[in-house]
């Protein structure tokens, strides 16, 4: 089974109901950062049936919180690609589990 690390972006298309993005994770281990995780559950004016649907498909994925080498590769990522640091911690788990890193930014190439 192909593995990938999921943005953030990718499960709001996926929570809107993207085909595209549906077929794309199809039959795939899903992983992500617990910055996703934090980020999808503290949305502004989320109401208990998005909560409760949002919470149903993190508990299909595989949520990574961050250790020392993920710290490491933050660190390496935020200097040379100067991205957000959450952006950074993101790549930077994709990099460390050397899995590819699925999102819809437009902010040019990952490095991971």
């Known amino acids: 089974m192909e593995l990938v690390l999921a943005d953030t972006n990718i499960l709001l298309y996926l929570l809107d109901g993207d085909e595209t ?4 994770l199809n039959q795939k281990k899903v992983f992500i ?27 299909d994925c595989t949520i990574l919180n961050v250790n020392e080498e993920i710290k490491k590769k933050t660190i390496e990522i935020r200097t040379n690609y100067k991205l ?14 050397k899995i590819p890193l699925l999102s819809a930014d437009k902010a040019g190439s990952s490095p991971a």
């Open 21 to 24: 993005v549906r077929n794309l």
């Open 84 to 97: 957000k640091i959450p952006n950074a911690i993101i790549a930077a788990t994709a990099k460390d589990l």
């Open 33 to 59: 950062s617990f910055i996703t995780e934090i980020e999808l559950l503290t949305f502004k004016k989320l109401i208990p049936a998005e909560r409760k649907l949002i919470e149903d498909l993190l508990s």
